[in-house]
Protein backbone atom coordinates (compact mmCIF):
# COMPACT_ATOMS: atom_id res chain seq x y z
CA UNK A 1 0.00 0.00 0.00
CA UNK A 2 2.83 2.04 0.70
CA UNK A 3 4.72 1.61 -2.11
CA UNK A 4 1.24 2.77 -4.62
CA UNK A 5 0.95 5.45 -2.76
CA UNK A 6 4.76 6.77 -3.16
CA UNK A 7 4.10 5.63 -6.53
CA UNK A 8 1.21 7.76 -6.75
CA UNK A 9 2.78 11.05 -5.05
CA UNK A 10 5.79 10.83 -7.65
CA UNK A 11 3.31 10.65 -10.63
CA UNK A 12 1.47 13.60 -9.72
CA UNK A 13 4.51 15.38 -9.08
CA UNK A 14 5.80 14.60 -12.50
CA UNK A 15 2.43 15.59 -14.12
CA UNK A 16 2.54 19.35 -11.99
CA UNK A 17 6.29 19.40 -13.10
CA UNK A 18 5.42 18.99 -16.48
CA UNK A 19 2.19 21.20 -16.65
CA UNK A 20 4.29 24.20 -15.05
CA UNK A 21 6.50 23.76 -17.46
CA UNK A 22 4.78 24.27 -20.06
CA UNK A 23 2.58 27.35 -18.50
CA UNK A 24 5.88 28.38 -18.30
CA UNK A 25 6.83 27.62 -22.01
CA UNK A 26 3.55 29.25 -23.37
CA UNK A 27 4.25 32.82 -21.47
CA UNK A 28 7.81 32.97 -23.08
CA UNK A 29 6.88 32.05 -26.48
CA UNK A 30 3.51 34.47 -25.67
CA UNK A 31 6.03 37.12 -25.00
CA UNK A 32 8.56 36.99 -27.58
CA UNK A 33 5.74 37.17 -30.10
CA UNK A 34 4.42 40.12 -28.28
CA UNK A 35 8.01 41.79 -28.60
CA UNK A 36 8.10 40.82 -32.41
CA UNK A 37 4.63 42.11 -33.10
CA UNK A 38 5.84 45.23 -31.19
CA UNK A 39 8.86 46.01 -33.18
CA UNK A 40 8.71 48.68 -36.27
CA UNK A 41 11.00 47.52 -38.85
CA UNK A 42 13.73 49.70 -39.92
CA UNK A 43 12.15 52.23 -42.37
CA UNK A 44 8.56 51.16 -42.11
CA UNK A 45 5.20 51.99 -39.59
CA UNK A 46 3.95 49.77 -36.94
CA UNK A 47 0.89 51.79 -35.66
CA UNK A 48 -2.53 51.11 -34.11
CA UNK A 49 -5.29 53.61 -32.67
CA UNK A 50 -8.60 54.85 -33.27
CA UNK A 51 -9.37 57.29 -35.83
CA UNK A 52 -12.41 59.47 -36.32
CA UNK A 53 -14.94 57.99 -39.76
CA UNK A 54 -18.45 59.37 -40.05
CA UNK A 55 -18.73 60.58 -36.19
CA UNK A 56 -17.55 57.54 -35.29
CA UNK A 57 -14.06 56.36 -33.45
CA UNK A 58 -13.10 52.94 -35.77
CA UNK A 59 -9.94 51.20 -34.81
CA UNK A 60 -7.01 50.79 -37.61
CA UNK A 61 -3.67 49.31 -37.65
CA UNK A 62 -0.77 50.13 -39.98
CA UNK A 63 2.01 47.47 -40.63
CA UNK A 64 4.46 47.87 -43.52
CA UNK A 65 8.23 47.42 -43.75
CA UNK A 66 8.90 50.25 -46.33
CA UNK A 67 6.51 53.03 -45.98
CA UNK A 68 6.77 53.76 -49.58
CA UNK A 69 4.69 50.31 -50.47
CA UNK A 70 1.57 51.09 -51.92
CA UNK A 71 -1.21 51.03 -49.29
CA UNK A 72 -3.73 47.76 -49.05
CA UNK A 73 -6.82 48.58 -47.21
CA UNK A 74 -7.79 45.30 -45.46
CA UNK A 75 -11.71 44.43 -44.88
CA UNK A 76 -12.37 41.29 -42.10
CA UNK A 77 -15.79 40.59 -43.86
CA UNK A 78 -17.87 42.24 -41.27
CA UNK A 79 -20.32 43.69 -40.28
CA UNK A 80 -21.55 41.25 -37.43
CA UNK A 81 -17.99 40.01 -36.39
CA UNK A 82 -13.49 41.13 -36.54
CA UNK A 83 -10.91 39.18 -37.15
CA UNK A 84 -8.56 41.88 -35.68
CA UNK A 85 -7.28 39.36 -32.84
CA UNK A 86 -5.23 37.03 -35.49
CA UNK A 87 -5.39 39.60 -38.33
CA UNK A 88 -1.77 39.95 -38.53
CA UNK A 89 -0.94 35.82 -38.82
CA UNK A 90 -1.74 36.54 -42.28
CA UNK A 91 -1.51 40.26 -43.11
CA UNK A 92 2.20 40.24 -42.02
CA UNK A 93 3.40 38.14 -45.09
CA UNK A 94 2.28 41.03 -47.24
CA UNK A 95 3.97 43.92 -45.43
CA UNK A 96 7.01 43.58 -47.55
CA UNK A 97 5.09 44.55 -50.67
CA UNK A 98 2.31 46.44 -49.23
CA UNK A 99 1.96 49.00 -46.39
CA UNK A 100 -1.31 46.73 -44.60
CA UNK A 101 -3.93 48.58 -43.21
CA UNK A 102 -6.13 46.74 -41.29
CA UNK A 103 -9.67 48.28 -40.27
CA UNK A 104 -12.21 47.39 -37.83
CA UNK A 105 -15.91 48.69 -39.62
CA UNK A 106 -18.03 50.26 -37.66
CA UNK A 107 -19.35 48.09 -34.69
CA UNK A 108 -17.37 45.15 -35.00
CA UNK A 109 -13.74 44.53 -33.15
CA UNK A 110 -12.63 46.86 -31.41
CA UNK A 111 -14.59 49.75 -32.99
CA UNK A 112 -17.41 47.89 -30.65
CA UNK A 113 -19.72 50.64 -29.31
CA UNK A 114 -22.89 50.21 -27.58
CA UNK A 115 -23.99 54.47 -28.30
CA UNK A 116 -24.01 53.01 -31.98
CA UNK A 117 -26.49 50.19 -31.59
CA UNK A 118 -29.14 52.66 -32.66
CA UNK A 119 -27.43 53.76 -36.01
CA UNK A 120 -28.91 51.17 -39.09
CA UNK A 121 -25.74 49.80 -40.82
CA UNK A 122 -26.95 50.79 -44.62
CA UNK A 123 -25.11 49.86 -47.19
CA UNK A 124 -24.68 54.10 -47.51
CA UNK A 125 -23.38 54.54 -44.49
CA UNK A 126 -21.17 51.59 -44.86
CA UNK A 127 -19.98 52.64 -48.30
CA UNK A 128 -19.59 56.38 -46.89
CA UNK A 129 -16.95 55.03 -43.93
CA UNK A 130 -15.16 53.32 -46.88
CA UNK A 131 -14.63 56.33 -48.39
CA UNK A 132 -13.67 58.45 -45.69
CA UNK A 133 -11.26 55.62 -44.31
CA UNK A 134 -9.66 55.42 -47.73
CA UNK A 135 -9.51 59.34 -47.68
Same mark, same amino acid.
Given at each position: ?41 ? *? ?11 ? #?? !? /??? $? &? ?13 ? *? ?11 ? #?? !? /??? $? &? ?37
Amino acid at each position: MKKATGLAIKVVKYILLMFAAVILLFFAVRAIGQAYYRRTPK *GGINESGFVEING #TK !Q /WIG $I &YGEDRNNPVLLYLHG *GPGTSTSLYDYAF #TR !Q /WAD $I &YTVVTWDQRNCGKSYSSEQNDIALTYELLMSDGIQMTE
